[in-house]
């Protein structure tokens, strides 16, 4: 089993201001790596695919990078509705996710 | 408009069984594949398994073989997840999401059900 970790756990950062999250790979997964939003009550929603390429409707404030093992999201210019909880998943193998960052308010 | 929208909460004792129910539209189901995660109160997402929408096969997660079993109706384009010998450790929302018809990996999970908050307490 491929095991993702995310960090940090929590982040806090101020409206406007710039988010980096992070994640890890226990092996190469390529380009195999997705992020997720969450909100309390609701479903995952897909963000990122491809390590880099924004689902449909996504704004262009959310931005992916890396491969292999080691994977940012990038949030710019935060507005109230990102705060919410982003996790990543790997599906270069059966599938995996890590256990979450929660982007909190500053 | 893609749409999974899962039957509703379900409270069940220790040792019982749960059948979670997944119904398709606004794509062609047997084009696809389902695959079904959950997640426990405060925790994050765990996948329970994949199955084909035309063919019927199946992926199960190791740690669930034996008491998962995974079905679709193509007729209805409905996909359902059966958990049996329920522990209390099943307690979770469960999620099914739309997935590659050939297997659980090569492509993300873009479209999710609502989730199903199955709860085991005696």
């Known amino acids: 089993e491929i095991v993702m970790t995310q960090s940090p756990a929590t982040l806090s950062v101020s409206p406007g201001e710039r988010a980096t999250l992070s994640c890890r790979a226990s092996?190469?997964?390529?380009?195999?790596l997705a992020w997720y939003q969450q909100k309390p009550g609701q479903a995952p929603r897909l963000l990122i695919y491809g390590a880099s390429t924004r689902a449909t409707g996504i704004p262009a404030r959310f931005s992916g990078s890396g491969s292999g093992t080691e994977f940012t999201l990038t949030i710019n210019s935060l507005q109230s509705e990102d705060f919410a909880i982003y996790y990543c998943q790997q599906y270069d193998n059966w599938p995996s996710f890590g256990q979450g960052t929660k982007l909190e308010i500053k | 408009q893609v749409q999974l929208v899962q039957s509703g909460a379900e409270v069940k004792k220790p040792g019982a069984s749960v059948k979670v129910s997944c119904k398709a539209s606004g794509y062609t189901f047997t084009n696809y594949g389902i695959s079904w995660m959950r997640q426990a109160p405060g925790q994050g997402l765990e996948w329970m398994g994949w199955?084909?929408?035309?063919?019927?096969?199946?992926n199960y997660a190791q740690k669930l073989q034996g008491r998962v079993t995974m079905t679709t109706d193509a007729s209805t384009s409905t996909a359902y997840m059966e958990l049996r010998s329920l522990r209390s450790d099943d307690t979770a929302v469960y999620y099914c999401?739309?997935?590659?018809?050939?297997?659980?990996?090569?492509?993300?999970?873009?479209?999710w059900g609502q989730g199903t908050l199955v709860t085991v307490s005696s």
């Open positions: 999401a739309r997935a590659p018809p050939y297997g659980a990996n090569s492509e993300p999970f873009d479209y």
């Open positions: 092996q190469s997964v390529s380009s195999n």
């Open positions: 199955i084909s929408a035309s063919a019927g096969y199946t």
